[in-house]
């Protein structure tokens, strides 16, 4: 797996990110690049990035649940 060293490349995963961190932290959410990328690299060191994914699934049945109402 190729290492990501910044996120202006990665505009999914930054997405990703923003969305964890919104429903994780709630208002407390910081969403610079910076914070962004370092609980990226809080979650890859701890073997976590599984949580973005399950993030993404989350968010995808909620949107589909609001759609098919």
């Given at each position: ?43 890859r ?7 973005l ?17």
């Amino acid at each position: 797996m190729e290492n990501v060293t910044n996120l202006n490349h990665s505009p999914m995963l930054k997405q990703l990110l923003i969305m964890y961190i919104s429903r994780k932290y709630e208002r407390e959410g910081i969403f610079d690049d910076w914070h962004l990328f370092q609980e990226y690299i809080w979650l890859r060191n701890n073997n976590l990035l599984n949580e973005l994914f399950q993030e993404e699934s989350l968010t995808n049945r909620l949107k589909n649940e609001h759609y098919t109402r």
